[in-house]
């Protein structure tokens, strides 16, 4: 397992020459069946990224470039009436593969967001009246600008909780950016990058994930954690119940990426905060997801708690 992963990790990184810290948190999300939500300002190489982690997968993949003007039907499918045989038949949009790069997500209207929902939650998505399962492992790579830039769109709350973490690139090191200035991967690289492992491979470490054990005193705290965000004074949602699986599960590939079978005190803590920043909001800060003060807040609940045992 530890030879698959280093391979996995390795082929990125010959491609996304930025920090190798938000690689093995997007591999995270990939083993914890969660999805990654990846936002920074343009050209920092949020693309490169996702693209770079689905081409390694050999698996079918698709990219979403979601627009103002894209409708729910473009996304997940829509039924059409076959003349021939005299039936309608489900036409399955982009949404039908393992790896999806929804490239921003946040340039789209609320209404084509919403469309991702019920696939990100259920993996399935449901057409006129008839559910339609989604291939396994699926994973959506979602990128976004920040929400200050014109032309954005807020995601629904009940989204964002959707998405296993919230990551941010920021600039690569000098060396690296000049390395860019050679390799040009996008337009060189990229296209040349060859899967290193099957989509059965990561269903494979997806379930070793599972069998990762969670001692008691690791559940107390979990839960006693997100209970004391939900009691905080600044914080005006806590972490929900959906927030604290995800944070475990989080914990457990974490621990399996550094060959245990259980996971440790630093296991919880190094994932709460790109677990949960953007699952909770603060008082008096409605509405614009001020995730930098969120981590805050987050950072003031684990002091006031201590680490766990």
Known sequence: MLEQIARLRQNVASVYLGDGGVIDRVIRCLLARGHALIEDVPGVGKTVLASAIARSIDGAFSRIQLTPDMLPADVIGVTIFDREGNRFEFKRGPIFANIVLADEINRTTPRTQTALLEAMSDASVSVDGVAHKLPRPFIVLATQNPYEFEGTYLLPENQLDRFLMRLSLGYPAADAEAALLDIRPAQTVLESLKPVLSAQDIVSLQESVDRVHLSEPIRR????????????????????????????????????????????????????????????????????????????ALDDVIRNIGSPA
């Open 221 to 296: 705290y979990i839960v006693q954690f997100a209970r004391a965000t939900r009691d905080h004074d600044g914080i005006e949602i806590g972490l929900s119940p959906r927030g604290s699986l995800a944070l475990a599960h989080a914990a457990r590939a974490t621990a399996l990426m550094a060959g245990r079978d259980h996971v440790i005190p630093e296991d919880v803590l190094e994932n709460i905060i790109p677990v949960c920043a953007h699952r909770v909001f603060l008082k008096g800060d409605a509405g614009t997801l001020n995730w930098t003060a969120a981590a805050g």
